[in-house]
């Protein structure tokens, strides 16, 4: 097993086990060596979106890449300010062009309830603007569409009008923060989860039940947050600058976690904070 892993998206798609997060990396020579030294590590999974401001340096670190285009999966999701069926279809195209690519492996929609369309619409906007996901996947722009920070409450809205199922939905998941109501309701609904700060935005790394853990593994922490996520299935996406941070995140597979280890992890609570109300963030 390693980071060139796969798992099935609903629509039959393959989706590497692990991506490379890009939030919070700077635009130019910083993210275009990010993604250079996650694909020389092994990464084949990037994970960006517009509102990160990288998509061209990242677009740039792939034009120059070997690597066949079929080996990568790269994903974008939609800025916040554009909820609406026009605005979403001109995301996608932007998102393209600045990726220079000709097709997204997954483009999500980013947030569920965005302060700027909180109106007695809110539903509306939404349906309209997964409908713009549906065109672009049937046009072949998207292989496939999915959804981020979205609870059962707004993935139901969605199942009004729909006529894809969301293939992923990308949450905050990390030791201590596990929105289980939401983890249930997409593996029920064959809705895979992708979990967005692993590490708790770099929060989590003084937990000293972690520390402890780390140290009877021979592993740092890092890897132990992942590996305790890839065994729950998740889709993790840790995020570094660093290359050899970039390195020790993909070496996550020649180690497992006992049952009851696995358990200690679920068992914590808030070590690195909780993820943000969709309902009711100030964005
Ligand atoms: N959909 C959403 O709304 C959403 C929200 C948040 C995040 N995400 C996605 O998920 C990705 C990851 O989440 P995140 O950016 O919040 O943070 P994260 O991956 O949980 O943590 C990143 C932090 O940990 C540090 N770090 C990384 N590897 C390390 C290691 N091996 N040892 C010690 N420190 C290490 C990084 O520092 P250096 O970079 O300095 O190495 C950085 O400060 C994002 O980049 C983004 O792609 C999505």
Redesign the pocket.
Not at 21 to 25: I, M, R
Not at 196 to 202: A, E, K, L, M, V
Not at 220 to 223: G, H, L, S
């Given at each position: 097993m390693s980071s060139m892993n796969t798992y099935t998206l609903s629509n039959g798609n393959k989706i590497p086990v692990l991506?490379f997060?890009?939030?919070?990396?700077p635009a130019g020579d910083t993210a275009k060596a990010a993604v250079q030294a996650a694909l020389a590590a092994g990464f084949r999974h990037i994970?960006?979106?517009e509102m990160?401001g990288n998509e061209q340096s990242i677009g740039e670190a792939l034009a120059e890449s070997d690597l066949p285009r079929s080996e990568l999966f790269i994903t974008s999701?939609l800025d916040n300010k554009f909820h609406s069926y026009e605005a979403a279809t001109e995301a996608i195209d932007r998102s393209l062009a600045d990726l220079k690519l000709e097709q997204l492996d997954l483009f999500?929609i980013?947030?569920p309830n965005p302060k700027a369309f909180r109106d007695e619409n809110w539903e509306e906007h939404l349906q309209e603007t997964w409908r713009a996901l549906e065109d672009a996947y049937h046009a072949g722009k998207l292989k496939a569409i999915g959804v981020?920070?979205f609870k059962p409450k707004h993935l139901q809205v969605l199942e009004k009008t729909q006529t894809i199922q969301p293939m992923v939905d990308?949450i905050?998941i990390?030791p201590g923060d596990f929105d289980q109501e939401t983890i249930s309701y997409c593996q029920a609904h064959g809705i895979l989860l992708e979990a967005?700060?692993?590490?708790?935005?770099?929060q989590?790394?003084s937990d000293p039940t972690l520390q402890k853990l780390a140290a009877k593994k021979g592993k740092?922490?890092?890897?132990i947050c992942l590996r305790w996520s890839l065994q729950h299935g998740f889709l993790p996406?840790?995020?570094?600058?660093?290359a050899d941070?970039?390195k020790?995140?993909t070496q996550v597979f020649d180690f497992e976690l006992t049952e009851s280890e696995i358990k200690q992890l679920d068992d914590l609570e808030g070590i690195a904070g909780y993820a943000t109300d969709p309902d009711t963030a100030s964005f």
């Open positions: 991506g997060g890009t939030w919070q990396t994970d960006t979106a990160y999701k999500l980013h947030w981020s920070n990308q905050r990390c967005y700060s692993p590490f708790g935005t770099g989590i790394f740092t922490i890092a890897q996406l840790p995020k570094s600058v660093h941070r970039i020790e995140n």
